[in-house]
């Protein structure tokens, strides 16, 4: 199928796509729940219409994201920063129906915009202090974490106008994690519940793996629904791009230092950042550990960075240039944070077809390089 692709080329599979959104939605059919593509994991406008007759909307980051949202998806627009700036706030909620806020200095300051608006809701994040992540990078409950109001530091006499509390504590993890951390919810915010519309449940949850409960979570959010009189709101990014996305590499030179290395013609830090971040060994179509096959090769990016290194893979047959080699699961994550680092290319971006054909959507260019820069 990629025989004929130009590399390299982040490619996404509408029906999958389409398969992850239908998992969703019988979450929010069997709840009422809201479910909303978080666009910082995932922002492929172009299939937004598959997306849509699946979701409630989507959740931002800032206001670039909620304008996307607002005009690609549709009016359901939540978002959370940090810290919103004060020229940046009307148009932000020129898009955003939904906003959270991190600070309770934050609300107050931005207050008089949702007195006599009954179509704008208010939240405020806060952190359970509970963690369920290994790596502090991705943990929003490290210790130190600048993402959500501590019980210690909630203001319960500043909660009018408020309409919803959120929350965030999960990383690619089952429901049993929810269900720990709704306990700890509950034991420091639960008597505020009864003045809330809302709790947003925040991210994490990977609902669309394979061994994922979805009758346990259906229950748990009935459960905390039926009980608080509240509507929950989930905004799960990974989750809806879930293993739905390639990114295909061609190999173009070897280097021997001990090892056998081959050089692709993309790179971990540009184009697959959480390689390194996270950091993770993505899976290759046809290949395995070190040593489980006859070949084993170094795979590296084609930057000048020393560490641009994708990991060590075997194969059953030695490697040829020009050989194409398909990355899996790399629809999230990859498009919203690669980068231009050393002037490599961006990867063009194509479609898998519901008829089984690719479809490039878009190509990059040496414009887009430049036109980022000054």
């Known amino acids: 199928m990629f025989k ?15 398969k992850n959104a239908q998992k969703l939605d019988l979450v929010r059919k069997r709840t009422g729940a809201k479910i909303l593509l978080a666009l910082k994991a995932f922002s492929m406008y ?31 627009v939540h978002i959370f920063s940090p810290a919103y700036q004060e020229k940046e706030f009307p148009k932000i ?10 600070s309770f200095h934050q609300w107050q300051k931005f207050k008089p915009y949702f007195q006599n608006n009954s179509q704008k809701k208010a939240f405020i994040r806060v952190n359970p202090q ?5 790596v502090d990078c991705y943990n929003p409950c490290a210790k130190y974490s600048r993402l959500g109001v501590t019980k210690a530091e909630f203001k319960a006499d500043e909660l009018a106008g408020i309409s919803g509390l959120h929350f965030h504590t999960l990383c690619q993890k089952n429901v049993d994690a929810l269900e720990r951390t709704l306990k700890v919810f509950i034991s420091k915010f639960g008597p505020y519940l009864s003045q809330m519309e ?5 991210g994490g949850h990977h609902i669309t793996r394979k061994d994922y409960d979805i009758d346990r979570l259906s229950k748990v959010i009935n459960n905390f629904q039926s009980q608080y009189k509240v509507k929950v709101v989930l905004e799960p990014g ?3 791009a879930l293993n739905t996305g390639f990114l295909v590499a061609s190999v173009i030179d070897f280097v021997k230092n001990e090892k056998n290395i081959a050089i692709l013609d993309t790179s971990a830090t540009a184009h697959m950042p959480d390689v390194l971040e996270m ?3 993505p899976e290759i179509i046809g290949a395995k550990l070190p040593d489980q096959l006859p070949h084993t090769y170094r795979l590296a990016g084609n930057t000048c960075l020393a560490g641009d290194i994708i990991g060590d893979y075997s194969f059953e047959k030695p490697l040829q240039i020009g050989q194409k080699l398909v990355f899996t699961d790399m629809a999230h994550y990859t498009m919203v944070k690669n980068n231009t680092f050393n002037g490599i290319a961006l990867p ?16 990059f260019s040496y414009e887009d390089f430049k036109n980022r820069l000054s």
């Open 130 to 134: 509970h963690n369920e992540v290994e």
């Open 93 to 102: 909620l020129s898009y955003a129906n939904h906003v959270s806020f991190n």
């Open 4 to 18: 004929t692709l130009k590399t390299p080329s982040y490619v996404i599979d509408e029906s999958l796509l389409e």
């Open 198 to 202: 809302w709790v947003n449940f925040g």
């Open 238 to 240: 990974e989750a809806i």
């Open 46 to 76: 172009s299939v937004f219409p598959i997306l849509k007759p699946y979701l409630d909307g989507t959740e931002a980051s800032s206001l670039f994201e909620a304008r996307l949202g607002f005009e690609e998806f549709g009016p359901e």
């Open 348 to 363: 063009s971006i194509s479609l898998i077809t519901k008829d089984q054909k690719i479809k490039t959507i878009k190509e």
């Open 279 to 281: 950091p993770y060994r």
